[in-house]
């Protein structure tokens, strides 16, 4: 009897993911699809947050009062992404306490990206131009998810994402038509950051176990590799316009795919990182478990005072 | 790792005087000033909003959407509440 009652609440779930319906709450779901919706999710979440610390580095030392106002309101921008995306998560039943535990004990993943150092003022024009580009890319897709509240965060993050990109963007731009030094230090940091850049896509398709699964349930709407190639395709131009060399002897223009070929990615690389064993992981989860304690007793305190204030009324009422 | 977690709240904001509040998203908070004054940080960076409410995600009181058929359903066969149901005669103005 039970068997036939879960089966049809599949099929109900099922026919609203085919004609386009998006998933609520309150919707029965298979548990591997909320299982999903969690992890990554809350991967993103945790992806805005710790891609707050390399930027922030920067923060004090910005070239000018104008560039320094700009990137306070960029990195404020990406904590608000965590917290759109903290509250999408939670509406499938998991915790704020829940997600920040697993980030800060390590068991929860975020992108790779940003276990990488940023050593000069041009990494700040280079993650807006290139990890926020390819961000875009990834996200825009993400607001026809098929679970409405990430469709919904994600539609006000893409919102504010442009700005992003082209904030840094113009600071490479000011650089490449700087002086000399300026030039190059714009060259070398889109050296640093191009081939990091291009595995924030994930692994390659044939090794990306949950692209399937989440593309039959319009988790996703195109494969890494996919994403991957229109990221390149977008900004080998970009590039070119910047007068930058993109870091890649391989790249070729491919005229029968109408795309580029470019060179093999070093895997190892990628996965030594997601394994923790970047140059700034340690760093990162550091960064976020001392803001984590430092920052107990605050909460702690806002939670008496508000407790303390609503049985105060209650006595006065 | 804080004992308690702060309560979740849902945020609702008017985009422009004369317009309805619309549910936003929700924020975190200890209490309902500083849901207010979160909301505001995280929902309004970019002039979004003119007037904000907050409410404790736990006062909210759905309908379950399994039963949404039967629920919505007496409104379902009465298309004789839209005015495009009745006919009138072309020569009749203003109706």
Redesign the interface.
């Known amino acids: 009897m039970e068997t036939i009652v879960e089966k049809s609440l599949e099929d109900i779930f099922e026919e609203k993911i085919a004609s386009e319906i998006r998933i609520?709450p309150?919707?029965?779901m298979p548990e591997k699809y909320r299982k999903t919706l969690v992890r990554q999710i809350s991967q993103h979440a945790h992806s805005e947050i710790v891609g707050m610390l390399p930027e922030g580095n920067w923060i004090t030392r910005a070239p000018s009062l104008k560039r320094k106002a700009i990137l306070l309101?960029k990195v404020?921008?990406e904590a608000?992404h965590g917290?759109?995306l903290y509250?999408a998560a939670?509406t499938l039943g998991t915790?704020?306490?829940q997600m920040?535990?697993d980030l800060?004990s390590g068991k929860a993943k975020y992108s790779s990206i940003f276990n990488y150092p940023t050593l000069s003022w041009a990494d700040v024009g280079a993650i807006g131009w290139l990890v926020d580009g390819a961000a875009i890319m990834n996200q825009v897709p993400l607001c026809r998810t098929s679970y409405g509240p990430y469709a919904?965060?994600m539609v006000?993050v893409c919102k504010?994402e442009s700005f992003h990109q082209r904030q840094g963007f113009e600071i490479m731009m000011t650089l490449c038509n700087g002086s000399e030094e300026q030039k190059e230090m714009a060259q070398e940091a889109f050296n640093r950051w191009w081939w990091p850049t291009l595995m924030m896509f994930g692994p390659k398709d044939e090794e990306s176990p949950n692209t399937e699964q989440s593309m039959r349930w319009k988790i996703k709407r195109f494969t890494n590799d996919e994403l991957r190639q229109r990221f390149v395709d977008m900004m080998v131009p970009q590039a070119e316009f910047l007068g930058l060399t993109v870091p890649d002897k391989d790249l070729k223009w491919n005229e029968a795919k109408g795309g580029y070929d470019f060179g093999a990615i070093d895997w190892n690389e990628f996965w030594n990182v997601v394994k923790g064993n970047g140059p700034c992981n340690k760093d990162r989860l550091k960064a976020r478990n001392k803001a984590?304690e430092e920052g107990?007793w605050v909460?702690?305190a806002?939670?008496a005072?508000?407790e303390k204030?609503?049985t105060r009324e209650k006595k006065s009422a | 790792m804080n004992k308690k977690e702060w309560p979740l709240w849902e945020v609702f904001i008017r985009s422009k005087q004369g317009l309805d509040h619309k549910h936003v998203g929700s924020i975190h908070a200890a209490d309902a000033e500083m849901a207010i004054l979160n909301a505001r940080d995280v929902y309004t960076r970019r002039m979004e909003g003119v007037s904000i409410w907050v409410v404790e995600s736990s006062h909210i009181h759905a309908s379950n959407p399994e039963e949404a058929g039967s629920f919505f359903d007496p409104a379902n066969d009465k298309v004789y509440r839209h005015p495009t149901f009745y006919v009138v005669p072309a020569e009749i103005k203003n109706m």
């Open positions: 609520e309150k919707d029965w309101a404020q921008d608000g917290l759109y509250s939670e915790s704020r306490d920040f535990e800060l919904r965060a006000r504010e984590q107990a909460r702690e806002a939670m005072y508000a204030a609503a």
